[in-house]
């Protein structure tokens, strides 16, 4: 019989990380389901998909950093990067979508700037 590569505890650190990932990923499909509105569905899929990226980053992480035996760090790269780009691409996607329907005469909110506001 061999010898376990992981100690156990780790072991039920990593299972509890990646099924709390699936979890998120659940959460941002059902929100995708029940929401009505473009701008509504948006928000589940953005946040639950970056923290599910988080938990399985820390279970990538403290999984081969066990099995090596040294800090595995470049795996931080995946998340700090998913933690920019998702914001940044809900809001150029929110505000294209602002923008069709605009272009398109549909009722959306007044334009919120500084100019309006003095």
Request: glycine letters at 4%; a neutral charge; hydrophobic letters at 55%.
């Amino acid at each position: 019989m061999t010898a376990p590569i992981l100690p156990f505890w780790l072991e039920i650190v990593v299972a509890a990380l990646i099924l709390t990932s699936s979890l998120f990923a659940l959460t941002g499909a059902i929100g995708i389901l029940r929401l009505k509105d473009f701008f509504q569905r948006m928000h589940p899929p953005a946040l639950a998909s970056t923290l599910g990226a988080w938990c399985v980053a820390l279970a990538s992480i403290l999984y081969f950093s066990a099995l090596k035996e040294t800090p595995v760090l470049h795996a931080w790269l995946i998340p700090i990067l998913l933690s920019i780009t998702v914001p940044v691409t809900t809001l150029l996607l929110a505000r294209t979508a602002l923008f069709r329907k605009r272009m398109a005469g549909e009722d959306v909110p007044g334009e919120v700037s500084s100019r309006e506001q003095e």
